[in-house]
């Protein structure tokens, strides 16, 4: 845990979990600054943050998400089946990222035009602040990305479809007394769903096909014992998720703990990849073990703002793990784990390709 006079960065698990379930943290931004990407679930609190979840959660169900698993399926046969005779791959570019995207366009109900693009324009909104331009260029991915977002709700509108089953026609019809959205908030919760839907997505299959090529033994362990892939997804999200921290939080009174005082008013990083190998908490926490058993991981969060979208990223993690060990023979890296590239800033962790081989089908 360390301080200064804006800032507390906490690592631990315990005051961690502690603190995603304290009111006295506030998710909103400060007075007169905007939130990331508008106003949705994930920059609010109590009570907007109830109205905003609860008309987006009912798509989110696990009776919902399980009843998708068919069509997660097909994609990712159909994904296989395109690499299966090249012997080489990319499980990034040729996986991983276009079955998340599809998977949660087809729920959000985007056109299949333009839905590979638009993850550019989110990668372009994460620029680092340290990064040359960075203003100017997160700014310009902003407009874009809400512009973009804009569009597909007007043409929904305009399509003259009162019902659909996708979730943004269901969302810019949510009637409910008083808890409809504002045009606001409907273009900030799309811009929520839609990249918290592909990025984290694609980071976790990716990480964890990394984590598995890595270690040989576990990968030849996993394949052999299909039955374990529950467990070993939660392994893979607390060895190395998709989310290296919970978003930032405002001290909106003192608040002690740990023996300390965080200052009211300080902006709060609550470190979950850290807290997700906690040696108090985690035996042998940087080691792979997929038949782990014990305390859960902290990687989809905790408390109100627990991840909406955790049952589908899990489930579309199994299908797509389990469809690369079975029909991937002889599957691994092409070349050292140090040659990887990550994607840039400290927020959310994927890697920008991973390049495989295997024996073709």
Known sequence: ????????????????????????????PPDGQAGFG???????????????????????????????????????????AGICPQGKADLIGDVAFPLATTVICELLGVPATGRTTFSDWFTAALTPAEAPDADVIVGRALKTLNDYIQTLIDTKRGSGEDTGGDLLTALIHARDGDDALSEEELVATVFLLLGAGHETTVNLIGNAMLALLANPDEYRFLRDRPDLLPSAVEEFLRLD???????????????????????????????????????????????LILDRTGPTHLAFGHGIHHCLGAPLGRLEARIAINTMLTRLPDLQLTGPTVGLHWKPGDFLRGLTTLPVRFTPM
């Not at 301080?3 to 379930?21: A, C, H, P, W």
């Open 38 to 80: 508008g106003r949705h679930m994930l920059n609010t609190d109590p009570p907007d943050h109830t109205r905003l979840r609860k008309l987006a959660q009912k798509a989110f169900t696990a009776r919902q998400v399980a009843a998708l698993r068919p069509r997660i399926q097909q994609i990712t046969d159909a994904l296989i």
């Open 1 to 28: 845990m360390s301080t200064d006079r804006q800032t507390v960065v906490i690592e631990g698990y315990k005051t961690i979990r502690t603190l995603l379930t304290d009111a006295r943290l506030s998710s909103a």
């Open 241 to 287: 998720g998709p989310v290296q921290h919970a978003t930032p939080r405002i001290a909106l009174e003192d608040i002690n703990i740990d023996g300390m005082t965080i200052p009211a008013g300080s902006r709060v990083i609550l470190k979950i990849a850290a807290a997700n190998r906690d040696p108090e908490i985690f035996a042998e926490p940087h080691r």
